[in-house]
């Protein structure tokens, strides 16, 4: 019967951190996506070309 218990016990632990994890991927998930929206956002107030400012490769001597 000790065993028994203790298996649920640990089965109700690992379903518990396993849900705690979910939900701060989701959180991070979330995160990511509205610093990226407002990125974006700033981007396009702040420039009204998609050039870059500087060239992409340095010049050759």
């Not at 995160?31 to 050039?51: M, P, Y």
Request: net charge positive; aromatic share 6%; hydrophobic share 40%.
């Amino acid at each position: 019967m000790l065993e028994f218990e203790t298996q649920q016990f640990r089965t109700a632990e690992l379903i518990r951190r396993a849900e705690e994890e979910r939900m701060a991927r989701e959180a991070l998930r979330a995160l990511r996506a509205a610093r990226r929206a407002a990125r974006r956002d700033a981007a396009g107030q702040e420039s009204h070309t998609s050039r870059f400012r500087r060239h992409r490769f340095a010049r050759a001597a």
